[in-house]
């Protein structure tokens, strides 16, 4: 067995250059990761022991995607909130009145004793100008894993081996990033979100005679997550107050000015969900002659049980910082509010099978074949009541005679138990391959390769149905100037599912109010009536040479391609509101998280790479591995610029009904990538005879990386937070 402990603190760290920039000291950044690991015989080459434990708590303020935010704060905003300097800032600066909401955020602190909203970077008194004003919040990880193998030699022919696999994982965010980074947000408000992970796998090895071999394998894992927001404010202190559901969700709203700075309760930060897996799988090899054969299958099966309370708190966007201190836009041009409401909880289910065979087949001494065929049947999805909603633009061409009082009611189709959200399908995938030593020294060879790879999508697809129209809802209102103490829709007292018609039963708010000229815009993600399940072609070519004993050198020649990838097609896009092919009957022209989305897979990707590489084999105390990519990836489904966030999902800017447009390096591409990692004895510096000072002047090594790669590539975005989202072609 072993102990062991590494430890990283901030003493060498650079300050970040933003923070530096406005004069705030070098975040927090404290890890330590320690364990040990312990094994051997329980009974003499009979039963054998593995167990391991590692630890790691961390205290980080320097990560992007959770603990740094740049917000942009008009230089006008200083430290001085009296009232009056407030008062006069919104009248003098920006001709406004002053709401109380406004003002009684503009004065809160966080219990670390910074302001609700920061001050700007560099105030100047006057100036309405944005500013970036880099925060930093303290976000902390704590992890406890543990790992038990056992072995059981049964017979001479029969081994079982059994491995459990346990950890907890309590996390802190001091920005919470469900859908990736917002550079715009404020620390202070993030969430904890805390996994518990369970793996337990088995296994049955029977050796039956000199050529068959049968491996039988049971594995089964459950990952639990739950979230919840960091809530160091109420809704109702600063005075807002018509949430129906503040008895149950009291923290404060999501309050965003758009492209400046967020504030308040995350929006999508309260949910849980119960991930569990079950797999068996049998193989059986068969070797004759020159064949190695191989043959098997194997059964899986997914249970998701999650609940989300999505929009809750609800959300304020304004479109600049004189709403915000108006607590609404003019009439003319009123703000946004959202509101989220319906069922929240999930259960879906799906099976899947598998059946291969493979023949490695030694054509000569020096050249080997590899062939086989994979046969997969992957299982729809289906929820437990049937709480899903399907949306079939085929029954239901665009604007047709809908309103509120004469409404259609075929425009969505409900879900029954047992029946499947997308069609099961059987998928053949073929695979070949080959390796050829044409050298008498065998220190060269070829390899090459070529096939077809089927894989489920992401689940997300159906977990999206937690927004679906008519189950879910999240409502909009709009809030014109001193509106501010009561921005959203009344969604109390609703039973859903709503009635599944267009328009939707429930009405716009204005100020609080319903609006009596419009309905509340139907949204969601809706599966495509046909969704082809994902596949990748992939094919290599190899030449490996060694030169000498301890050296090697690699270089190929890889690629891929992707086919029915999951992406989003926007049923409802227009050049503007008024030219949206369904924006008659009620339904939503966002173009951005809250629109009238279709999920379908029929995004694609490219990716082609020279991969090359040396190494180094252990001797005179050397080795070492340098290895340099180039590489080119390509797709039409991943520009969202949001580090972390999952692309396959979000709504692309631009066009997102045609694909071709969309087409582009992925947000992942990476041109150039060289990596360099050693180790290295050092000499012995002591040759005496005291032990003591042997161990501790001899047998030193060090060991290094070197990374160095091109930075990803970054899309210019034009957007509005909701309608508009453009990119700039």
Known sequence: GNVYEFFRNDALNANDFFLNNTHQPRPELKRNQFGGTLGGPIVQNKTFFFLSYQGTRERNGTSPTSSLGSPLIPQDLTNDRSTTTLTNMAFNDYGVALSPVSLNILQATLPNGQFAIPSAGTPLAGSTQPVASPVSGVSRFTEDQFNFNLDQQITSNNKLSGKFFFSNDPEHFAIFSFLGANPFEVPGYGGDISFHNRVLSLSDTQVINSHLINEARFGFSRIRGISHPEEPFTNSQFGIINNP???????????????????????????????QTWQAQDTLSYTTGRHSLRMGGEFRRYDIDFYFHAFSRG?????????????????????????????????????????????????????TINAGLRIDHFGGYSELHGRFSEFNPATFPPNPACTAVAPCANAITLGKPGQQLNPSKFDVSPRVGFSWSPAAKNNLVVR???????????????????????????????????AFAVPFPNLGGLTFPLAPQAPSTIPFYFDGGPFPLAQNPINGFYPAPHMPMPYTLAYNFDVQWSPANTWLVDIGYVGNRGDHLLDIYNLNQGTQASTAPYSVDGFSTNKELFGFNQVQTEATSEYNALQASLTKRFGHGLQFLASYTYSHSIDNASANNNVGAESEIAPLPGNQQDLNTQVGSSDFDRTHRFVFSGVYDLPKFYRGESHFAKAMANNWETAGIVTLQTGLPYSVVCSDGSSYNNRAD
């Open 315 to 367: 959300e304020i966007v304004f479109n600049n910082f004189a709403d915000f201190l108006a607590g609404g836009g003019p009439l003319t041009a009123p703000d946004v509010s959202l509101l989220g409401a319906g069922v929240p909880d999930r259960g879906f289910r799906a099976s899947d099978g598998g059946w291969f065979v493979q023949d490695d087949i030694r054509a000569t001494s020096h050249l």
């Open 448 to 482: 090459g390769g070529f096939g077809m790879y089927y894989d489920r999508f992401s689940s997300r697809f159906a977990n999206l149905q937690v927004f679906n129209y008519p189950y879910d809802t999240v409502a909009v209102g709009l809030v014109s100037a001193g």
């Open 245 to 275: 559901f503040a008895a149950q969700y009291p923290g404060l709203a999501t309050i965003e000015v758009n492209g400046l700075f967020t504030i308040g309760s995350s929006p999508l930060a309260d949910e849980k969900s119960v991930t």
